[in-house]
């Protein structure tokens, strides 16, 4: 049995963040006024703190995972579901709050673009530190010198400092050297995004050489098709835990919901969400209604689907809409590993009003209050298919209030093309496209 290089057990990895209470938009006077008082306060009491509302968010939560040497283990996830901090905790950049990682031989990191570069340095003298970083000697970096150039592609500006490199520059000369200078375990983020198509294949087929050659490799992307091409065992996170560990084509299906969402379609169609009353907005319920007005996930092809979402705000806000997300599950997306985006809607209407009228508080609710915004889908639209739908409280900048994974299905059983020819249309859309004949 192969050497066991990483070894993770109980791994858990918390942050404390702060939120300033019911305070959304202030001026400069304000700004200085509050610190004068918070000043102020100190003095008299040492202990006084800020009022702040303290939240400790798990990144990563009791996770334990064994690789062997000369694995490829993909990871996936949504955003947010601990990759990176996953990596970051292997790379020991930051330290696990609970539990252990054990690892065994060197390791090289490609996490984000530039991590590991001195921007004042140039590009050969990068390389050379980064050599000396993973302790090799000036001999073993200059005999790896040429074919890390010839793969970065950055002949001519080697003596140009990487301040001034483009971010596929960074990521050509980052991953260049993190893949010839011989670590015994390679961790891959979702940096190779950055680079073009032809860059992503060669750095493949870099990690793939990588691990024949004995050597192990850690990969984090949302490109499905890479993760199956390239790793034999693939890791899925769910909200800082593993959810699923096989092989890559089982976690991949079941992660584009062709195993657990199909379920969710037999579920009810009035979602109520329980109230929480530190946030300022919030979404109380989202119902989907068929044609004839009843509650239903599933819906014809040819009949519209009308979604309606009741929601509070708490507070006034100057701007603020509602933002309709859909992914197809089941198809293969390069930036949303679980399912192909589709289409968002961020109330386009209301958007061609304040157009028109130049007053946005015409438009927009503002108030505190309660309401409620009806979303309808035209028909025919989508494919037949599964869809997941997620719903924002959105200001522009920043969302006040989320719902995901709702799922609903879309059947095909009058379209054209499925009467004449009694097979599916092709593609995610079936949008009505208009044909004019003439004779010549």
């Known amino acids: 049995m192969s050497d066991i290089v990483i070894k993770a057990e109980n791994l858990s990895k918390s942050y404390i963040i702060g939120h300033l209470s019911n305070e959304r938009y202030v001026a400069l006077r304000d700004i200085l006024t509050n610190k004068t008082r918070e000043w102020w306060s100190r003095i008299r009491n040492p202990h006084f703190h800020t009022h702040r509302n303290i939240e400790e968010i798990w990144a990563l939560k009791d996770i334990s995972f064994e690789v062997k040497q000369g694995e490829r283990i993909g990871i996936i996830g949504r955003n947010g579901a601990g990759k990176s ?15 252990r990682v054990k690892i065994k031989g060197r390791v090289a990191s490609l996490l984000e673009v530039g991590t590991g570069f001195h921007p004042e340095l140039t590009g050969r003298e990068n390389i050379y530190l980064n050599g000396a970083i993973l302790g090799m000697t000036r001999e073993d970096v200059k005999r790896k010198f040429d074919g890390i150039v010839a793969f970065a592609e950055i002949e001519k500006f080697l003596d140009t400092p990487v301040k001034r490199y483009s971010s596929g520059m960074y990521v050509r000369l980052a ?18 995004a950055v680079g073009d198509a032809q860059f992503q294949k060669k750095c493949l087929g870099k ?33 800082g835990k593993i959810a699923r560990e096989d092989n890559p084509s089982e976690v991949v299906r079941y992660y584009l ?41 599933k819906h014809d092809i040819m009949n519209p689907v009308r979604i309606i ?24 997306s390069e930036n949303y590993g679980h399912g192909s985006f589709l289409t968002t809607s961020a109330d ?19 108030e505190r209050g309660k309401y409620s915004t009806t979303i309808n889908l035209l028909a025919p639209f989508f494919n037949a298919g599964i869809y997941e739908m997620e719903i924002y409280l959105t200001t522009g900048p920043s969302r006040q209030d989320t719902c995901k994974s709702i799922f609903f299905q879309i059947i095909d059983t009058g379209s054209f093309v499925s009467i004449v020819r009694s097979a599916q249309r092709s593609g995610f859309l079936a949008y009505p496209i208009e044909w004019i004949i003439k004779k010549a």
């Open 85 to 99: 901090t996953l990596l970051k905790v292997l790379s020991r950049i930051t330290e696990p709050t609970t539990g």
């Open 175 to 192: 991953f260049a050297v993190a893949a010839h200078l011989e670590p015994e375990i390679l961790l891959v983020d979702e940096v190779l």
């Open 207 to 239: 990690m793939d050489e990588v691990a024949k050659e004995g050597r192990t490799v850690l990969f984090v992307s949302h490109a499905m098709k890479a993760i199956e091409m390239l790793c034999n065992r693939v890791i899925l996170l769910e909200e």
């Open 257 to 297: 919901g062709e195993g657990k969402n199909q379920e969710s379609i037999n579920n009810d169609a009035d979602f109520q969400f329980p109230d929480d009353p530190n946030k300022p907005a919030h979404i109380n319920r989202l119902r989907i209604f068929n044609n004839r007005g009843e509650l239903s996930t």
């Open 309 to 332: 979402v009741d929601f509070e705000l708490r507070i006034n806000y100057p701007t603020l809409f509602v933002e309709c997300v859909f992914h197809r599950v089941g198809g293969f």
């Open 348 to 366: 386009w209407i209301n958007y061609q009003k304040q157009k028109e009228n130049k007053n946005m508080i015409k438009v927009f609710p503002m």
